[in-house]
């Protein structure tokens, strides 16, 4: 079992978890309609229904992020026939700001229950330390049923086998470590998540904490989602408008942006050009909303969208058109349709060249990094059970990261997170700076700031898509799944082995250092592909 861990002066202190998170506003009265925020959603005759109330376990103050320790609970104020799956883990270093999900057995099947006790209690982890005792314990199921939490207490003792519930291996799915809690001699502590996810994938965030390198635990599967009740639980349009105007993101862009968004209609209005494989000579204008884009097929090289021919035009549509850019937004179930995600897709003609840092000198890196057409996005992901936004996801090139509500800057008192566009390649950040992509002071400069360049997503979006809505129409340029910019017309490496000629000495060798890091979107060598193109349009983030 683990060792002790020493009694530090840190619990003298106030941590941050001893505050509970609360949003800069009150969160309004979502419209009636359906079962969206209704407090409680059910799985095919299993209902769930998500706790943010707790009763304190135990707590340790080292260990895990910035070495504050975790903290582990136990779900309260559980309403009448509900049961516990599992206990809930935070680290220190944050407000306390989590929720996990109480289960009740609406099937009255007496033969088969959805929810049974467990048989026994398995320890597989204590520790003894000058701040109490520590013990997690693993429920032992039935035949057909599978553990969905761990339990955690203060003594050796095992808990009442009538403490916590086990599910029946049909209304449970895979899950997987998402985000460190706590690490302490060999112990990794993680929060859990679905191993699948994505619009049509039935698994169940709980809520759960995941001990790493043990698969003796599920996370719950609506077996009503994908039937014609599954979108019971997703927001109406009219409470997606709603969600949207107290959650949408407000963005600052660099001060220097030369590259600003704009409109997709502004766009193809100012002149962007239809390309088709062998008759390049013969490019056609695109119709203001896309009505001549190809659609649908595959992303097979016949098409592309280039920038007028015209230099004068063409240099316009490059510094883009902040008046007419809008958000468009799609709406997906994500979990099991326990939970909304509601995507900000924002469009830039073009993306601007990239800049090297090595140390303390910047080098400019010429073409490297532009290209035409440049879709970011950012995600929040809004409970269905409450209309709560749990997280926003940030586009960073390829990737990107989810931050927690509690972690976010909001605009002016208002329940908007705030994001910053980085100059000229535009990936999104949760606070302003530098955010260097490579090793050590080595990399590609993402530079973020305030300034009075500022998108209100709220007030300018198109809702473009919905999962659960067959009304909306998608616009033609949507179901354009074709690149919107061309192949690069200059060799990379011609582009490189030119700066490295300017360089000389210990500079040139960081350099090529540095280019073997480039992340491959940094080389612009194909324009994008549009959102719905995207692997996180049907699937999760990344």
Avoid at 486 to 510: F, H, N, Q, R, T
Wanted: hydrophobic fraction near 30%; aromatic fraction near 12%.
């Amino acid at each position: 079992m683990g060792n002790c861990l020493s009694f530090s002066n840190k619990r003298s202190q106030c941590l941050p978890i001893d505050t509970i998170f609360k949003f800069p506003s009150p969160i309004p009265s979502w419209p009636q309609g359906g079962g969206f925020a209704s407090g409680y959603i059910d799985l095919g005759g299993l209902e769930v229904h998500q706790i943010s109330s707790f009763d304190k376990i135990w707590e340790t103050y080292e260990g895990g992020p910035d070495d504050l320790g975790a903290t582990f609970y136990q779900p309260s104020q559980i309403p009448d026939g509900f049961f516990i799956l599992g206990y809930y883990s935070q680290p220190n270093n944050k407000p306390l700001f989590g929720s996990i999900l109480v289960a009740k057995d609406n099937s009255q099947n007496q033969e088969s229950p959805i929810l049974i006790k467990p048989i026994d209690y398995t320890l597989i982890w204590s520790s003894n330390c000058q701040n109490g005792h520590g013990y997690i314990w693993l429920p032992e199921s039935p035949d057909g049923y599978r553990a969905i939490g761990y339990l955690i207490t203060t003594t050796s003792d095992k808990p009442s086998l009538d403490k916590i519930r086990c599910v029946r291996s049909d209304f449970t799915d895979e899950l997987e470590t998402e985000n460190l809690i706590w690490d302490s001699d060999g112990l990794n502590v993680y929060s859990s998540r679905p191993t699948n996810r994505g619009i049509k994938a039935q698994g169940v965030s709980v809520g759960t904490f995941m001990v790493e390198n043990r698969s003796d635990i599920a996370c719950l599967k609506n077996n009503n989602f994908l039937n014609s009740s599954s979108s019971s639980s997703m927001p109406n349009e009219i409470q997606i408008q709603a969600l949207i105007q107290t959650y949408s993101p407000w963005i600052y862009l660099n001060p220097n942006e030369k590259y600003l968004p704009s409109s997709v209609n502004w766009y193809f209005e100012k002149g962007a050009l239809l390309y088709t494989k062998g008759e390049e000579s013969n490019p056609v204008r695109i119709e203001k909303n896309g009505s001549n884009l190809p659609q649908g097929g595959s992303n097979d090289g016949q098409y592309w969208i280039d920038l007028p021919i015209d230099e004068t035009a063409k240099e316009e549509i490059k510094k883009g058109d902040l008046q007419s850019a809008q958000a468009y937004v799609h709406i997906k179930p994500m979990f099991g349709a326990t939970f909304t995600d509601i995507v900000f897709w924002i469009f830039y003609p073009f993306n601007g060249p990239a800049t090297a840092k090595i140390g303390l000198i910047d080098i400019p890196l010429g073409r490297i990094g532009e290209h035409i057409g440049d879709w970011e996005h950012l995600t929040l992901r809004i409970s269905n059970f409450n209309g709560i936004l749990q997280k926003v996801y940030f586009s960073q090139h390829d990737k990107g990261t989810w931050v927690d509500s509690s972690d976010l800057e909001f605009y002016n008192g208002s329940n908007k997170p705030v994001a910053y566009s980085a100059l000229n390649g535009h990936p999104f950040y949760p606070n302003p700076g530098l955010v260097l992509q490579g090793i050590g002071e080595i990399g590609i400069r993402n530079d973020t700031a305030k300034s009075s360049i500022v998108m209100d997503t709220g007030s300018r979006f198109s809702l473009v898509s919905a999962e659960n809505i067959d009304t909306i129409v998608e616009p033609p340029w949507l179901n354009y799944n074709r690149e919107w910019g061309p192949k690069i017309s200059y060799k990379l490496g011609d582009e490189v082995e030119k700066l490295e000629g300017e360089l000389s000495g210990v500079m040139k060798s960081a350099f090529e250092n540095l280019v073997k890091l480039f992340p491959s979107e940094i080389y612009g060598e194909e324009g994008p592909v549009g959102p719905k193109m995207k692997s996180s349009w049907n699937g999760d983030e990344k």
